[in-house]
C-alpha cells in the first residue's frame, strides 16, 4: 500500500512547511496532535526540529517514548486536521473520533495514519531544549508515501483555522539543494 | 514606509513556512541568503529556530554578532531569492549584485530588505544547538511589514529550485491559535 520513500528526500516533504500530524503510542493507545511548527535540521540521516506544547497530551508520551510517527495530510483531509487540533487525547480516541486510521509502523510504537500521502518514522535524537523550549530534535528511521496520491497539496497554516492551500509550481534554476 | 507589526503576530507569517532571506551584517559590511529551515517556537515573544549552514558565510557572523533579520519575500522576488541562494557573500556582494535594498533596521545592525513585504529583526536567544547542529534559537525584537503589499503570495521550496506557489485560501472553524 505504501511505498519507501528514500531518506535523501524526506527534507523535500518538510521544507516547505506543510501543517503536518504527529502520532504516538503508549501502552498500546495511540494519540495523534497537529503540528505546524517543525523544521528540517539535516538532510541525511534526515533528522527533524519540532515544538509540542508541554500542554499538549503528546508531550509525556513523545517524551517517555521517544519514538513518534510524523504524518503529512493532503487538503482533503483539512477538516479532520482541525478537529484532531480541537480535542484531546486526554478526552477522546482521537483516530476514532476524528475518522483516522492507525497503520502499524515497521521502526515504531507510534501508528502511521493510512490517509495521509506521507508518513515519517521518527525517533528523539536530542532533548537538551526540551525542558526550555518544548523543542524537540527527531531522527526519521523509515519514510513511506502514497503511490496512489498523485501531487498532493499540502495546507498551511496562518493562525485561527486560515489556511493557504498550495497553488502553481515554478522551476527556476538553480544549485541549491 | 514598513509598518509595525504586533509582536503576537508574528507567527502567522513564519508558521506557513515560506522560504526567508536571512540578513546579517559585520563590520559595515552586509549579507544575506537564502532559507528555509525555520520554524516558531513561542508566540511572544516570537522565538524563531533555524539552521544556518557552517557552510554559509552568514553563520560566523550571525553566531559572532547575535544578530540578524528575517525578511520574508512574495512571489515577485522568486529569481532573486534563488539568485541570493546561488552565489556566497564570500566572493559578491549580494545586495548589490542581487538587486535588492538594505534598510537600516531599528534594533539590530542587519539590514532590513525593502522590497520584502515583512522583515523581523532578530537576535540570537540560545545557542546550545549550534555546534552540532547549526541551529540557532532567536528572539524577534522587532516586526515590520509593509502595508503596500497586500495579500502577498509566499513560496515553499521542495528543493532543486522547485517552489509552490501559495494557492486557495480556506477558513475553517477552530479553536487552535
Redesign the interface.
Known amino acids: 500500500m505504501m511505498k519507501e520513500l528514500a531518506l535523501a528526500?524526506v527534507?523535500?516533504l518538510l521544507?516547505?512547511?506543510?501543517v503536518v500530524l504527529l502520532t504516538t503510542s503508549r501502552k498500546g493507545r495511540a494519540n495523534v496532535m497537529?503540528m505546524?511548527?517543525?523544521?528540517?535540521?539535516?538532510f541525511e540521516p534526515p533528522?527533524v526540529?519540532?515544538?509540542v506544547s508541554n500542554a499538549d497530551y503528546s508531550f509525556a508520551t513523545l517524551r517517555a517514548t521517544r519514538e513518534c510517527v510524523i504524518a503529512i495530510p493532503a487538503l482533503n483531509l483539512?477538516?479532520k486536521v482541525?478537529d484532531v487540533?480541537?480535542c484531546s487525547g486526554r478526552d477522546v480516541a482521537k483516530f476514532e473520533t476524528c475518522g483516522l486510521t492507525p497503520v502499524p509502523a515497521e521502526r515504531v510504537a507510534a501508528p502511521l495514519i493510512a490517509e495521509c500521502f506521507a508518513n515519517l518514522e521518527c525517533k528523539v535524537a536530542?532533548t537538551?531544549?526540551v525542558n526550555?523550549?518544548n523543542?524537540f530534535?527527531l531522527e526519521v528511521l523509515k519514510a513511506w508515501t502514497d503511490p496512489r496520491q498523485k501531487n498532493p497539496?499540502t495546507?498551511?497554516?496562518?493562525?485561527?483555522?486560515?489556511?493557504?492551500?498550495?497553488?502553481?509550481?515554478?522551476?527556476?534554476?538553480?544549485?541549491?539543494?
Chains 1, 2 share one sequence.
Open positions: 528526500k527534507y523535500q521544507e516547505p512547511g506543510p497537529t505546524s511548527w517543525h523544521m528540517m535540521v539535516e533528522l526540529a519540532c515544538v483539512a477538516q482541525v487540533g480541537n536530542d537538551r531544549l526550555k523550549y523543542l530534535v497539496k495546507i498551511h497554516h496562518h493562525g485561527y483555522g486560515k489556511f493557504v492551500v498550495d497553488g502553481d509550481i515554478i522551476k527556476l534554476k538553480s544549485g541549491m539543494r
